[in-house]
């Protein structure tokens, strides 16, 4: 049992690097909209610009959050799909379930 945690861990590892590397490429490469920049005053300003009600008590992720995803934002914003991150991710907790479950670990 213990080669086979040890082979876990490192697969765990090297997935966990090569995550990492993906991440940062993809932040480095993903268009940035300058929200993050702006003051909670600029944000509530442009919420209310858009149109956007319910903004008064929010924080700045938030407006963020809602400028990104308002009924003016532009549909590349609004789309949800899994990035490769979140797949990958998935896969992992899949895999990591599948064997806890066979080590009859809850």
């Known amino acids: 049992m213990g080669r086979i945690a040890e082979a876990l861990r490192s697969n ?4 966990a690097q090569a ?12 268009p940035t909209d300058g929200l993050e920049e702006l003051t909670i005053r600029q944000l509530k ?12 008590g929010l924080r700045k992720a938030d407006l963020i959050r809602r400028l990104r995803d308002g009924p003016s934002a ?3 914003l609004r789309e949800s799909k899994p990035t490769q991150l979140e797949v990958r ?17 809850s």
């Open 12 to 15: 765990l590892r090297e997935l």
């Open 19 to 30: 995550d990492a590397r993906l991440l940062r490429e993809l932040d480095g490469a993903l």
């Open 45 to 56: 300003e442009r919420c209310r610009q858009r149109g956007l009600r319910g903004t008064s």
């Open 74 to 76: 532009p549909a590349a």
């Open 89 to 105: 991710l998935d896969r992992m907790e899949a895999l990591l379930l599948r064997i806890a479950a066979h080590l009859g670990v």
